[in-house]
């Protein structure tokens, strides 16, 4: 995958999937910045400290990065079972509010990447609703959406749902506005130290199923590639896509070969 000199920004490439990110990016020469809480154990060439949970945070990390990015990776993420709020802050306006950010500060032709999860499988289902929320413009405004509409269930799937329709929505308006792309890649569990995480947020009995279905979970370096792939002068007619990396569960689903599971 040709990333050689592309310049880019990675969220969450202190651990996991954003870790394994990271390192493919370099080791295709590509120049890698870390956007984290905690610095990475990859070679990046510069790292910036950021709390997604604050819009302030983002602002001044924003600031510091400077300019002329290729690539956006957008992997960090929390897990369900933390405050539905704090999820939604992270998961959805802080993903959302550092992009936008950057649209000014990005090259032509450069790729936004987000991380989303299977377990936003039911976007369909509220799409009216998502699309409510996505005609809010900032960060407070998004987070005041939130608490006037307390989604139904699990907040970690509906900040994954709106990730994935945030994506779709904003193919078009992404090339039109700074001629730049945005897809979304879909992972299905992965063996990362946050799994046991989301088995108590949904079931370990469930994703236990998935393992015993796919043989096994993830793990990061399945996933990465995807990303990478996104990131990559390949994929520059991929627009407004989303890839699912899970192994073959969600097609099982789909055609009705096992339960979609109760998440």
Known sequence: MDVDGLRCLVTGAASGIGDAVARQLVAGGASVTSLD??????????????????????????????????????VAGVPGNAPGELVFRVNFLGLRHLTESLFERMTPGGSIVN????????????????????????????????????????????SKEA?????????????EMADLRINAVMPGPVETPILHDFEESMGKQT?????????????????????????????????????????GITGAVLAGLVPPPEL
């Open 37 to 74: 809480r905690n610095k990475p154990s990859v070679d990046v060439e510069r790292h910036i400290e950021v709390d997604l949970a604050d819009p302030a945070s983002i602002d001044a990390a924003v600031a510091d990065a400077g300019d002329r990015w290729d690539v956006l990776a957008n």
């Open 115 to 158: 991380v989303a999860s299977i377990a936003g499988f039911g976007w369909a289902h509220r799409l009216e609703s998502i699309r409510d929320l996505l005609t809010t413009e900032t960060f407070d405004e998004g987070l005041a959406w939130f608490h006037e509409h307390l989604p139904e269930g699990n907040a970690y799937n509906f």
């Open 163 to 175: 990730v994935i329709v945030y994506t779709m929505a904003m193919g078009g308006a992404v090339r």
């Open 207 to 247: 994703l236990d199923g998935v393992r015993a279905f796919l043989g096994r979970h993830a793990t990061s370096e399945d996933v990465a590639p995807a990303i990478t792939f996104l990131a990559s002068r390949e994929s520059r007619w991929v627009n407004g896509a989303t890839l699912t990396t899970d192994g």
